[in-house]
Structures are given as structure tokens and as C-alpha cells.
């Protein structure tokens, strides 16, 4: 195996050789032209996500600005939205499914280093997949570390360090990140806490693909 085939199967690899350098360098580019894009220029803008993922739904949108490592790593559903300063280091292959919503700040790390400082100076490390659900939503400043698995529908509550894998339809915060409670039908009348909505179309409808934010 060269160093890319072990980075991707995720044993110890060395992050300079076999043209990762380059490739990481070419990224960097796109990225560097993506986040100096006008806001105003949404066309130049889906274009060029386009190009910087490596698998994507009907609608995805990153603010300015945004980070990865390579981006074809990176997969993410329809309906992706992901607000200001999102960061994905996307050494191991991130999976993010329908619906999701990152609040800013999130940020999502597949990479590490071996903890004992000889065989860490050595200059090997590692990607580890992330995966994530449908209708998930990080709050602000979510980290998400190597290995982790976030089930479906979701809420991780802000500032939380999401170190283990995390099931379905529950409400998770802390540092580390714990399970706080399951999500219920109850959950569907509250748009904050204990506040009711005070209108009726919330049930059962969705955002347009073509909504702009």
C-alpha cells in the first residue's frame, strides 16, 4: 500500500508523501477562492462547493469561511446546511446524511496522532471515518471526534465534544458529550424550551431545495 491507500483504510500513514502534499495544496486553493467568493454570488458559489465535495445532495450550503483537508472525502446528503467557520478534517471518509444543520464553529476531525511522543514525533497518524444521520443538528462550537457515530434525528447541544457514538432521536451535550434525553412527540409543538409555536404550518412541511439562506 502507498500512503493515500493506508490513509484511506485507516492504518498509520505519512501525511507528506505519495502526493498527499499536493493534493492537500490543490485544496487549499479552492478553498482559498470559495471563501473570497461574494456572498451575492450564489452560482459561482454552488459551482464550486460542487467541486470541492466529494459526494452531494440537491442543496448544500457552507458560509464563508470553510475548511477541510481534501473534500472528496467529504459526503453529504440533501438539504445540507452548515453555517459560518465549519471545519472538517476529512483524512477518514465524513458522512453526513439528509437534512443536516451545523451551527457555526462546528468542527468535525477524522485525524489524530498516536499519543505517546516517540511514535507520535515518528510522523505517522491516522484518519478515522465520522459518520452522521439524517436530521441531525450540532449546535455551536460542536466537536466531533475520530471514529464517532451520530444516529438519526439528533440534537447535540452547543459547545458539546462528541467522543463516543451517539443513537437515534435524543438530545446529547457535555463534554464529554451525553446522552440528556430522548426526543418525543411532545418535542414537535416547542420551537424553544418550553415555548409553543404559534403558528400551524411547522407540521409536516419542509425547506424548498432552492431556499437561500
Given amino acids: ?3 493515500k491507500e493506508r490513509m484511506l483504510a485507516g492504518l498509520p500513514y505519512k ?3 505519495d502526493g498527499l502534499t499536493e493534493e492537500r495544496d490543490a485544496n ?3 478553498i482559498w477562492r470559495y471563501n473570497q467568493l461574494s456572498p451575492a454570488d450564489r452560482e459561482a458559489r454552488d459551482k464550486l462547493i ?6 452531494y445532495g440537491k442543496s448544500v450550503t457552507f458560509e464563508s469561511p470553510f475548511h477541510c483537508d481534501y473534500g472528496w472525502n467529504i459526503e453529504v446528503g440533501e ?3 452548515a453555517n459560518y467557520n465549519c471545519t472538517i478534517l476529512d483524512v477518514g471518509h465524513v458522512k453526513i446524511g439528509k437534512n ?3 451551527a457555526p464553529n462546528v468542527s468535525i476531525y477524522t485525524a489524530g496522532h498516536p499519543v505517546h511522543p516517540d511514535s507520535r514525533n ?3 497518524e491516522y484518519g478515522i471515518p465520522v459518520t452522521i444521520g439524517d436530521n441531525v443538528w450540532l449546535g455551536g462550537g460542536v466537536i466531533v471526534t475520530p471514529g464517532v457515530t451520530i444516529g438519526n434525528n439528533v440534537v447535540i ?13 435524543v438530545i446529547a451535550v457535555g463534554n464529554p458529550c451525553r446522552v440528556l434525553r430522548a426526543i418525543t412527540e411532545a418535542d414537535r409543538d416547542l420551537y424553544f424550551k418550553d415555548r409553543r409555536f404559534d403558528v400551524d404550518d411547522y407540521r409536516g412541511s419542509t425547506i424548498p431545495t432552492d431556499a437561500a439562506f
Fill in 1 to 3: 500500500m502507498n500512503q
Fill in 15 to 17: 501525511a507528506w508523501l
Fill in 28 to 30: 487549499k486553493v479552492r
Fill in 50 to 55: 460542487r467541486e470541492i465535495i466529494g459526494k
Fill in 79 to 81: 438539504n445540507f446546511y
Fill in 100 to 102: 443536516a444543520m451545523f
Fill in 122 to 124: 515518528s510522523g505517522y
Fill in 157 to 169: 447541544g452547543a459547545g458539546s465534544v462528541v467522543t463516543k457514538d451517539i443513537p437515534d432521536n
